[in-house]
């Protein structure tokens, strides 16, 4: 599969803050979802989209299918100390069920 | 509780052994995958199935096996032919949609494999 670009690779932020970060592809992607890994854990699903220019929230998480269905976006908003993790973002392409995988967006929150 | 079992969660090698990674679901699942993760990267696709006694390599399967002789596991054989085995080896299953455009992957906890 092809690796997707994300961005930023990491960051640092303060609690309360509102936090986005972004994946592209060169591809045309029919899915994009979104996960979050502890440290030493399994990825966790967040959010999962389908259709292009599609917005979807789950409590403070609000992610967007990109109208071109080649990018998406994440949006943590307020966040707090356990929004801590790597958030990777997956896209699966429109002839193959396999995913493509971002290189994560590493989030540490400061108190 | 419905869900994935990787066992064990850390597991030790020394060079020039074969070692099996367990993977468990009870979802009722068709696929299985294997995923490597290394530090700073995307997981990258080792091995996948799609159903019983059948599965395909995926973009990085030289020094590795698996087999898949029951719906619910996917055991993983890491063997002396892979040169860097050191990672965090992650599976994970998915229901296997023919029509429907997208592909939920639910992970396990993952093992830690070090090779000494």
């Known amino acids: 599969g092809q690796q997707l670009n994300q961005s930023p690779q990491s960051m640092f932020i303060q609690e309360g803050e509102d936090v986005s970060m972004n994946c592209t592809s060169s591809?045309?992607?029919?899915?994009w979802l979104w996960y979050k890994q502890d440290p030493g854990e399994g990825p966790v699903l967040l959010i999962a989209?389908?259709?292009?220019?599609e917005l979807t929230s789950n409590g403070r998480l609000t992610a967007q299918f990109g109208i071109t269905r080649k990018d998406s976006f994440l949006n943590i908003s307020a966040s707090i100390p356990s929004d801590v993790g790597i958030y990777f973002c997956?896209?699966?392409?429109?002839?193959?069920?396999?995913?493509?995988f971002g290189a994560g967006t590493t989030v540490t929150v400061r108190a | 509780d419905g869900g994935i079992t990787q066992s064990p969660k850390y597991l030790f090698r020394k060079e020039g052994q074969n070692v099996t990674l367990s993977c468990e679901q009870n979802?009722?699942?068709?696929?299985m995958y294997w995923y490597r993760q290394d530090p700073g990267q995307g997981l990258r696709l080792i091995y996948y199935?799609?159903?019983?006694?059948?599965?395909q390599k995926g973009d990085i399967a030289e020094g590795y096996s698996v087999s898949r002789e029951k719906k619910e596991s996917f055991p993983l054989t890491v063997t002396s032919a892979q040169k860097n085995p050191t990672a965090f080896y992650l599976c994970?299953?998915?229901?296997?949609?023919?029509?429907?455009?997208?592909?939920?992957?639910?992970f396990g906890p993952g093992t830690r494999l070090t090779v000494l």
């Open positions: 591809s045309i992607f029919n899915t």
């Open positions: 997956a896209g699966q392409g429109t002839n193959d069920y396999k995913l493509s």
């Open positions: 199935s799609q159903i019983v006694n059948d599965f």
């Open positions: 979802l009722n699942h068709d696929a």
């Open positions: 994970a299953s998915s229901v296997l949609v023919r029509e429907l455009p997208y592909n939920e992957q639910f």
């Open positions: 989209l389908y259709k292009a220019g």
